[in-house]
């Protein structure tokens, strides 16, 4: 459940896209770039743009969104919910709502209460649970790849204590 060569929650969380699939474009409104949105406290500062920036997700260039206020953001493709909105989560899940987004977050219980991805630290090594429940309801399907390296769960599975 390691994550890929050992690489940091900022590293993991753009390699996490190269492995999720999104709708297709005609059937869905996408942007020029490929956004990577971070609400709430940043605990990332310049190591989110150095591991996003510069690298395309597919043929779209990536940008990094931040924000405090989810309704306020451009469109997002990944959205990382800081622990500073643990109380505002169900809002937050509710306003993302079925939209292609692929949620992550290291706040405790996160894929329990409907987000999808989960960063968990495991004796000093990054694991992560993926809710695929919450997955399909957003449109998205997890590489086989990715789902090989994680705890998968339902809905009505927590993991907060994993």
């Not at 306003?95 to 409907?114: E, M, P």
């Not at 992560?128 to 957003?138: L, M, P, Q, T, Y």
């Not at 997890?142 to 090989?148: E, F, P």
């Amino acid at each position: 459940m390691r994550s890929p060569d050992g690489r940091t929650e900022t590293e993991a969380l753009y390699h996490l896209a190269e492995f999720v699939e999104w709708p297709p474009e005609e059937t869905v409104v996408r942007g020029p770039t490929f956004n990577f949105c971070l609400l709430g406290q940043d605990p990332f500062g310049s190591l989110l743009d150095d591991a996003v920036l510069g690298h395309p997700i597919g043929e779209k260039p990536t940008m990094v969104v931040r924000g405090n206020q989810f309704g306020n953001m451009s469109r997002c493709d990944v959205l990382f919910i800081s622990s500073s909105e643990a109380k505002r989560l169900p809002k937050i899940l509710q306003q993302v709502g079925a939209k292609n987004i692929l949620t992550v977050s290291d706040d405790a219980d996160f894929v329990g209460d409907g987000g999808i991805i989960q960063f968990l630290n495991n004796k000093g090594h990054l694991t992560f649970v993926i809710n695929v429940d919450a997955a399909k309801r957003a449109g998205l399907r997890i590489q086989a790849q990715l789902l090989s390296l994680a705890k998968v769960v339902h809905d009505n599975e927590h993991t907060s204590k994993d």
